[in-house]
């Protein structure tokens, strides 16, 4: 009987309700105008997002870093964020992350139009936690991540 209740808790544990979202700490930069997502508590750490605002309104995605996004070699990649109202699928190529020196670890770099990015945007600004799927499975918390989204989104625009 103990069996039995022990392994109904692991399946329950394992499929029950979302995993617990990834504390992320949100920032927003100038120069340049970046929106940048880092596990909280972590110094050395990838951001497990990073936009950087480019000419036009177009923004470079960096979706990292993880050790298990590709080798780095380009290979393409794809990975889809949803809030609970909006959800985005991103297409990129592996790449190693910015932080690649300390981490190990690779991201999903893409360049969004300035059309592609209103999809994005909307999941940024939902105010509910973030699911990760595709190439990579987490979630990320998202306390002060409108704010600093919209903040992205007014800077970014007027370049």
């Given at each position: 009987m103990r069996l039995v209740v022990a392994g109904t808790l692991v399946l329950a544990l394992s499929?029950?309700?979302?995993?617990?979202?990834?504390d992320v700490r949100w920032t927003l930069t100038k120069q340049p105008a970046e929106l940048l997502g880092m596990p909280?508590?972590?110094?050395e750490a990838d951001?497990?997002?990073?936009?950087?605002?480019?000419?036009?309104?177009?923004?470079?995605?960096g979706l990292g870093g993880y050790k298990s996004l590709g080798k780095g070699k380009g290979e393409p990649l794809s990975v889809t964020l949803a809030s609970a109202n909006a959800s985005v699928t991103?297409?990129?190529?592996?790449?190693?992350?910015?932080?690649?020196?300390?981490t190990g670890a690779y991201e999903l770099r893409a360049d969004l139009a300035a059309g592609e990015v209103a999809a994005l945007n909307?999941?940024?600004?939902?105010?509910?936690a973030i699911r990760v799927s595709g190439a990579i499975?987490?979630?990320?918390s998202v306390k002060g991540l409108k704010a600093v989204a919209q903040g992205f989104t007014a800077g970014c625009s007027k370049k």
């Open positions: 499929f029950g309700p979302a995993a617990q979202a990834a909280a508590g972590e110094e951001d497990v997002l990073r936009l950087t605002c480019l000419k036009g309104g177009a923004v470079q995605v991103l297409k990129g190529k592996s790449t190693l992350s910015k932080n690649s020196e300390m909307s999941v940024l600004a939902d105010g509910t499975k987490d979630a990320w």
